[in-house]
């Protein structure tokens, strides 16, 4: 543990004399390249121009998550495991996005089993969510004679669509 902390400190600090040897030689305060100026500050720049307003939505979407399933799910439905399940992976996938979208260099080299987990989970959500959606579709747009399977399926379906839309533009 000692030596892993030591390992990223020293590289933080090569890091940053290199970007101040580099500094001295040239300023970037007179804009001569803006993309060095922008490469300079970069994270600075994708903290507060993708990380922030990324964390934000992400929390609107557990947000609505947790609206509808305490409010008008009545508790999960009783403690329906499902719509539990998937209030725990929207958290889940949520902060593990944001992590990813604040760009932590620790994260991005030493997470990368968990990262890759998270990329396969997201994709089979989403395929899945995806044909529930075409389904519904296909129901909404038939011009057969609607049965009442038919009716209990759309119902079915579009609620979770509904309700867990959020997770798959997060998984997005």
């Known amino acids: 543990m000692e030596e892993d902390y030591r390992k990223y400190?020293?590289?933080?600090h090569r890091d940053m004399d290199h970007l101040y040897k580099q500094e001295e030689k040239e300023p970037l305060s007179d804009f001569d390249n803006v993309f060095q100026y922008l490469h300079h500050f970069r994270w600075f720049i994708n903290f507060f121009g993708f990380g922030i307003p990324w964390f934000f939505f992400a929390a609107l979407t557990n947000d609505w998550n947790l609206l509808f399933n305490i409010k008008w799910n009545h508790f999960w439905a009783g403690g329906n495991?499902?719509?539990?399940?998937?209030?725990?992976?929207?958290?889940?996938q949520s902060f593990l996005s944001a992590i990813l979208v604040f760009e932590?260099?620790?994260?991005?080299?030493?997470?990368?089993?968990?990262r890759m987990v998270s990329f396969n989970v997201a994709c089979?959500?989403?395929?899945?969510?995806?044909v529930f959606y075409m389904k519904v579709r296909s129901i909404?747009?038939?011009?057969?004679?609607?049965?009442?399977?038919?009716?209990?399926?759309?119902?079915f379906l579009?609620?979770?669509i509904v309700i867990h839309g959020t997770i798959f533009v997060v998984n997005a």
């Not at 089979?124 to 995806?130: D, L």
């Open 81 to 92: 495991l499902f719509l539990f399940a998937n209030t725990i992976f929207g958290f889940i």
């Open 104 to 114: 932590i260099p620790t994260w991005l080299k030493e997470a990368k089993s968990i």
């Open 140 to 155: 909404w747009k038939s011009t057969a004679e609607i049965n009442v399977n038919d009716v209990f399926t759309f119902l």
């Open 158 to 160: 579009g609620y979770n």
């Open 9 to 12: 400190d020293d590289e933080f």
């Open 124 to 130: 089979w959500y989403n395929f899945i969510f995806w």
